[in-house]
């Protein structure tokens, strides 16, 4: 990797125009000469456009992947013979301290303490521990989940060395989610670092590729941001597995094409990335778009946003699409995936606000354009089918004009060339899978094949991969058209948390998410077969996918055929062959169970019965003030209720009321204890005596 060696430059952009324009109006062109009915111009025109737009945005991906391909081949002929690593690793001219950034919200505290032991160990294995210190930035706002949160971060310290350097801290208040969570982080503690490594709830990194990224920004002061292109790992659904596969497979030819065309001014993807905090903080600060509706507010896709921003500021933001140990997990299932896209979708509608903005680098306004682009091109896929339904409606319904224009002597006959729309269509699925193709041949060329199970395990996959990606293309489509339409028609998303793990899809959710599209299936295909059975086996693969959407959900969001395909040697990766440490270890630690402190009770309940647990959670809480009167009163009211209905009769927002005042926390849990006869039993029974935390563990961390 060598950032900040080369420099964007406006060939590249003009190259990728002119190879995505001429194909794109070559093949609209085509198309018109392909459809038969002269008398319906504007409606071939519409679908001739339509087409001309899809074929371009394929294109782009196309030449993405061819560009990567030949960058990926080169560097690997350059460094075969000695097999040296992508980024060497040399002394530094002085501790450049960095702060490791993980923003939750309400996510598995486990597991998030899981995956910062492993990175913290293998990080120490460098002998560079010192120079990192590691954050839990939460958002959560859920009392169990906060407590819980609390008690893991505790248990992670006692687990870690006394010179480990892990902090906890919660905001009172999520304003402008994930990225007003660093921003908040970075005002408070920022001063402090000159780098900062955001990650996200499942992200692990081993600790030479964050001594690599810091290596890396003090070799190049333009350096920004040099995003890395992180692996998936630990998928165990069929689904989750499939996805995983792919990534492994095709993501790196895909990121170092990325690489080539964006060069300095590339991608940022929110996570797995090492950031520069001072231009950070002082070029990065995201305004709130005016407006009501999906198209104002807050930025939700504030990654590309800041990426873009750095770059305006003469920043280098880069991409290390080769540099290895850098890791996180996808969505388990079809839905999961889709309730995360419906946020990505609106993030990205709302660049088009931004697409024109002062100053900003041609490249990233192209990444603004393709990310909005990943969205409407399932609006015109739809609409190029209801297009081409229609024409099939007219062509049956209306009798034919052989004369279209008044004074005719001779008929204008329709002529139907099937060849050449075949010729069209195996075209246009050779620009869709020959980006796969070539990873494939990548991948054997470069002797890497025994990683995904070898020669005939990885076409076997491939090809299943493939099958899979066709059957669900339209689903997706169909989801992402109408996550458009509800962004155009003003509606919000909801902020929620991300489902990690082994999750699985039920048939009642299934039935929920797909019947409308299987019973819009059953009506089009129908009415299509009705009045032309012949076109209808065009539009089969769409409609069946839909029809079957429910069983597939279902079915592909189960461990047990993953697990099955993993037995066979199928959607295997290099991380499963040969697992490297970090990884290793993190498998242990989930497998021997959470680090927690073992309680009897757990969440909210610990927080006021346990004396332990107590005082953690007060160390955190802001110190005593002297409070109005109404306030006060308030306070002993809400006690007072919680003593008489116990914790049940507790709303959530009382709940989250009494975790966030001390005072209000210690009355009841003095209360409480002080409690005899029936409503101790509310609280207190089958609770044994509680140990305290051990004294070693520090309270006085990001208070």
Request: proline fraction near 7%; aromatic fraction near 10%.
């Amino acid at each position: 990797m060598r950032t900040g060696a080369s420099v964007w430059a406006p060939w590249r952009g003009l190259l990728l125009a002119v190879l995505v324009a001429i194909p794109s109006f070559v093949a609209s062109q085509f198309l018109l000469q392909v459809l038969p009915r002269p008398g319906f111009h504007v409606l071939n025109l519409a679908l001739a456009v339509v087409f001309g737009l899809l074929f371009g945005w394929i294109s782009i991906g196309l030449w993405i992947s061819v560009a990567g391909a030949l960058l990926s081949f080169v560097r690997w002929v350059r460094r075969a013979p000695a097999r040296a690593p992508v980024i060497p690793l040399v002394a530094s001219a002085g501790p450049a301290r960095t702060a490791i950034v993980m923003p939750i919200f309400r996510e598995d505290p486990a597991r998030v303490c899981a995956g910062l032991e492993a990175t913290w160990r293998s990080l120490a294995e460098t002998g560079r521990s010192g120079d990192f210190d590691f954050f839990i930035l939460s958002d959560t706002n859920d009392a169990d989940a906060w407590v819980e949160e609390e008690v893991a971060w505790a248990a992670l310290r006692m687990r870690l060395p006394g010179g480990a350097r892990v902090f906890y801290r919660r905001r009172r208040s999520n304003i402008k989610r994930k990225s007003g969570n660093i921003a908040d982080f970075c005002r408070r503690w920022g001063r402090g670092y000159r780098y900062m490594v955001v990650l996200d709830a499942d992200s692990v990194m081993a600790g030479s590729t964050l001594v690599s990224l810091v290596e890396a920004m003090e070799r190049n002061p333009r350096a920004g941001l040099i995003q890395t292109l992180p692996a998936a790992v630990g998928q165990n659904t069929l689904f989750g597995r499939i996805q995983q596969f792919a990534s492994r497979l095709y993501g790196p030819v895909f990121a170092a094409g990325l690489e080539f065309w964006h060069v300095n001014a590339g991608h940022y993807w929110g996570h797995n990335a090492i950031i520069r905090v001072a231009p950070f903080v002082r070029h990065c600060a995201l305004p709130r778009l005016p407006g009501r509706g999906a198209f104002g507010g807050e930025i939700m896709s504030h990654d590309f946003v800041e990426a873009a921003l750095l770059r305006r500021a003469g920043w280098d933001v880069c991409l290390a699409s080769s540099l290895p140990g850098s890791y996180e997990e996808t969505p388990p299932t079809l839905l999961d995936e889709l309730k995360r896209d419906r946020r990505w979708a609106q993030g990205n509608l709302q660049h088009a606000r931004l697409v024109f903005a002062r100053g900003l680098a041609a490249p990233h306004r192209v990444v603004f354009l393709s990310g909005i682009m990943s969205y409407v091109s399932s609006l015109l896929w739809l609409s190029f089918l209801a297009l081409s339904s229609l024409e099939v409606v007219l062509h049956a319904l209306v009798p034919p004009s052989y004369f279209p224009r008044a004074h005719m002597l001779f008929p204008v006959w329709p002529v139907w060339h099937p060849h050449w729309a075949l010729m069209l269509f195996w075209f246009t699925l050779a620009v869709l899978f020959l980006p796969k193709v070539l990873s494939v041949a990548l991948a054997i060329v470069n002797r890497r094949t025994r990683e995904f199970g070898g020669v005939l395990r990885l076409l076997a996959g491939v090809v299943l991969e493939s099958v899979l990606s066709a059957l669900l293309a339209p689903v997706r489509m169909l989801f992402h058209t109408v996550f458009v339409l509800s962004v155009l028609a003003g509606r919000k998303t909801q902020w929620g948390p991300q489902a990690r793990g082994d999750a699985s899809t039920s048939w009642h959710q299934a039935l929920r998410y797909h019947t409308g599209g299987t019973l819009l299936a059953l009506l089009w295909g129908g009415a299509i077969y009705a009045l032309s059975p012949a076109y209808f086996w065009w539009l089969a693969p769409v409609m069946g996918a839909w029809v079957m959407a429910i069983p597939v959900s279902v079915w592909i969001s189960r461990v047990g055929p993953g697990v099955w395909a993993r037995g066979l040697g199928l959607f295997v990766t290099p991380e499963e062959r040969n697992p490297p440490p970090v990884l290793k270890r993190l498998a242990q630690l989930q497998t021997e169970g959470p680090p927690l402190v073992r309680l009897p009770l757990r969440g909210f309940l610990a927080a006021v019965v346990d004396p332990g647990v107590n005082a953690l959670h007060c160390a955190f809480l802001r110190g005593r003030t002297v409070p109005a009167e109404g306030v006060g009163l308030a306070r002993q009211q809400l006690v007072l209720n919680a003593l008489k209905g116990g914790p049940r009769a507790l709303s959530a927002r009382e709940r989250m009321r009494i975790l966030m005042d001390r005072d209000t926390l210690v009355a009841l849990h003095a209360r409480v204890w002080a409690l005899k006869g029936p409503r101790a039993g509310y609280w207190l029974d089958g609770l044994a005596r509680p140990a305290p935390l051990p004294s070693r563990v520090s309270l006085k961390m990001s208070v």
